[in-house]
């Protein structure tokens, strides 16, 4: 395993150094964007800056419709003909509703996935080494600058198969390469039946995506602007289940993806946090999201440090915050430090099995502060060392040297 799988930004002039090997974002910005919009793209970006509005990024109370069936979805343009493929429905043994389930009559659902603001490109699925990233125009600082993102979809996803949708933030010394590569995500996608977005940070950001104090609110509206292209584009050339729609992120991508829960609440069905966190001095604080969703919130113990960075304290500090405002927690305390997750898995599962299993476990239409775990426990594919509510989680007492700050 290469050095610096985790490693996270500091607020000072020591920085941890890239992997051996990775290479940076090839798309340009600046903090000091003062706008974050969406722009037309047929074919290459216009280097010239637009006069669409912009978007304002604050949380809002998302509109919501209370229906007996599931939403209609755009119609899919690509996929293979035949019946879906049999969904792997985890370790839940088909107890509960899940996302490839219809949701119950009378649930609330998410609201519609709002349309691009532009003409979205054809997307390439799927990844093999030397292939281009998907690409999106977004206006910052005065220009356009380029953004670029990988999409997984099952290889033989079938016109009609609603599928739910994860973005997956990558670590400081990462990129999505690395992170659809460790996740073994086609693989998962595969297995689990859902869409994987992996976004690949810009330049300009010091610690590759605005989550601390000194990035600015413009730097982070953008990224929320991101979040929403990307979204659209995928809704428009798949059949996506809006009622799935998650967000994880390891380190540096896990502290984004606390921020992204809070602005973006009013989509998000769940979010997962994989030694992230709020607060703490250096990270911004949480913000309330518009709705209250189901959170894994995942960190190595009283060592997972990273330079001046106590993991500890900033995911304790987001639990704190997701336990006042009702959300449901599930704690996650590996003792491993700052490395990854030591996911145990059954034979034949992809290594992050039981985070997709959380994911496609929790539907929008949940009601606020609820889970399927609260009811059914905790499902036997979820490690040991993962318990329901702020300080239940029993870490393991073995051993465990791992540190790849």
Same mark, same amino acid.
């Given at each position: ?11 000072? *002039? ?24 969406? *722009? ?31 939403? *209609? ?7 293979? *003909? ?42 390439? !699925? ?202 449901? !927690? ?47 426990? !905790? ?27």
């Amino acid at each position: 395993m290469r050095r610096g799988l985790l490693c996270l930004p500091v607020l000072a *002039t020591l920085a941890c150094g890239d992997l051996v090997g990775d290479t940076e974002a090839t798309s340009a910005g600046t903090s000091d964007a003062t706008t974050s919009t969406s *722009t037309a793209a047929t074919g290459a970006p216009t280097t010239t800056p637009t006069t669409q509005a912009t978007d304002d990024g604050t949380a809002s109370e998302g509109e919501t419709t209370t229906t007996s069936g599931p939403p *209609t979805t755009s119609e899919p343009q690509t996929g293979t *003909t035949g019946e879906p493929p049999k969904v792997d429905m985890g370790s839940s043994g088909g107890e509960f509703l899940r996302c490839h389930d219809a949701p119950p009559d009378g649930a609330t659902l998410a609201p519609d996935i709002a349309a691009y603001g532009g003409t979205c490109p054809a997307l390439e !699925v799927g990844y093999m080494e030397g292939q281009a990233y998907n690409v999106l125009p977004q206006q910052l600082g005065g220009g356009t600058v380029e953004r670029q993102f990988l999409v997984i979809a099952p290889e033989d996803a079938a016109p009609d198969e609603r599928l739910p949708v994860i973005f997956l933030w990558h670590w400081l010394g990462g990129d999505a390469q690395d992170f659809y590569d460790r996740g073994d995500v086609q693989n998962a996608v595969n297995e689990k039946r859902f869409i994987a977005v992996i976004p690949e940070a810009r330049e300009g950001l010091l610690f590759k995506w605005p989550f601390t104090v000194i990035d600015s609110d413009a730097d982070l509206q953008a990224e929320f602007q991101f979040f929403d292209d990307m979204l659209s584009c995928v809704a428009e050339q798949f059949s996506v289940n809006q009622d799935c729609v998650a967000s994880t992120g390891v380190s540096a991508g896990a502290l984004f993806t606390s921020q992204l829960a809070g602005g973006r609440g009013d989509v998000l069905s769940s979010f997962m946090s994989l030694s992230g966190g709020t607060g703490g001095g250096t990270i911004k604080p949480w913000t309330a999201p518009a709705r209250k969703m189901p959170a894994m919130v995942l960190w190595g113990g009283p060592d997972d440090f990273c330079i001046v960075i106590d993991f500890e304290q900033t995911s304790k500090d987001l639990e704190q915050n997701l336990e006042a405002g009702g959300h449901f !927690v599930l704690e996650c305390i590996h003792n491993c430090n700052h490395s990854t997750p030591p996911f145990p898995v059954q034979p034949g599962e992809t290594a992050f099995a039981p985070l997709w299993d959380f994911f496609l476990d929790h539907p929008y239409w949940l009601a606020p502060g609820e889970s399927p775990y609260q009811e059914f426990g !905790v499902p036997a594919g979820m490690p040991d060392w993962c318990a329901i509510g702020v300080g239940n989680a029993v870490a393991p007492v073995e051993p465990c040297d791992k540190n790849e700050c």
